[in-house]
């Protein structure tokens, strides 16, 4: 018997890292799932992999940044499974980079509209479904860059803070219906948004992440996974409105990266876009 057994869940951003890690774990606990993200090829293969894991899934081609397009995510999971128990607002990129007296109000506004506008239209449009579902469970990837400065770039770290302060908003508003909301904020996980960031790509995000934290290892999409099922869970039925963080001991005591002007992340570049295109 699985943990999700009968759960429908749209994760956005399931083609790649933490979210595609995300919805093979709950396909193997019996979740039917809506696969939502820009890149169709990644997205294709996640679908692949929730069927061999046991679960129902579909791609759904989805721009976070488009109020429709998430609309019509939700639709989707109604269309083919015919209900909404999981909302996992998940897709990101790292965005405007660089000193913010560099920093172009496009790029800004770029940056806000995939990180924190779209957490709003995922929230936004789970109510209606959630409520007749009798109750649900909206999660949305924040950061540890959200808790505090110097942890990511700074457009970035503004967005993931909203986040984490829409959840607590949000999750006072939906108490009453049995809809939880809560966030998780991920420390250092080698996946390929921060391979595309990090100069050097993929070994050196390993070795990095290796060593900023008391747990003397990178992060994996796995360990978001497990914090994920858990709220999606009806072992977290009483959990709301929190800020979970998945960090290795980050935050306790480690070494932060930095993040603005002095900040190691992509030399001169101005912006980092989804990390399935080219630099
Ligand atoms: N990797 C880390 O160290 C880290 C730490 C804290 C938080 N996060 C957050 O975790 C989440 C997942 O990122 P990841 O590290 O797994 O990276 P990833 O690049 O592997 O996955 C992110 C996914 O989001 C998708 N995406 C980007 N823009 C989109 C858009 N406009 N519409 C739909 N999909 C879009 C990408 O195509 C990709 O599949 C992000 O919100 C990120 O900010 C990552």
């Not at 933490?18 to 799932?33: C, D, H, K, Q, V």
Request: net charge negative; aromatic share 6%.
């Amino acid at each position: 018997m699985g943990r999700l057994n009968g759960k429908v869940a749209v994760i956005t951003g399931a083609a790649s890292g933490m979210g595609r890690a995300t919805a093979a774990r709950f396909a193997g606990e019996g979740a039917s799932i809506v696969v939502a993200d820009l890149n169709a090829e990644g997205g294709e293969a996640a679908v692949r992999e929730c069927r061999e894991n046991g679960g129902h899934a579909v791609f759904q081609q989805t721009d976070v940044a488009a109020e429709a397009a998430i609309e019509a995510a939700i639709d989707r999971a109604i269309k083919e499974f015919g209900r909404l128990d999981v909302m996992f607002n998940n897709a990101g990129l790292a965005g405007a980079l660089g000193a913010l007296e560099q920093t172009s109000a496009e790029n800004w506004d770029r940056t806000i509209a995939v990180l924190l506008r779209s957490v709003f239209f995922g929230i936004k449009h789970a109510i209606p479904a959630m409520r007749r579902a009798g109750g649900g469970s909206i999660i949305s990837t924040a950061s540890v860059a959200g808790l505090r400065g110097g942890a990511g770039p700074i457009v970035y770290s503004v967005a993931k803070a909203g986040v984490i302060h829409l959840t607590k908003c949000a999750a006072i508003d939906l108490g009453p219906d049995r809809i939880r909301v809560n966030c998780i904020c991920p420390g250092g996980i080698n996946t390929p948004l921060v391979q595309k960031l990090i100069p050097g790509g993929e070994p050196v995000v390993q070795q990095i992440f290796d060593t900023i934290q008391p747990i003397p290892r990178a992060g994996t999409g796995d360990d978001i996974a497990g914090m994920a099922l858990y709220l999606a869970s009806d072992d977290s039925q009483w959990v709301t409105g929190t800020a979970m963080v998945v960090d290795g001991g980050l935050m306790a005591g480690g070494n932060l990266l930095g993040g603005g002007a002095s900040s190691p992340y992509a030399g001169s570049a101005q912006w980092s876009g989804p990390s399935f295109e080219p630099k």
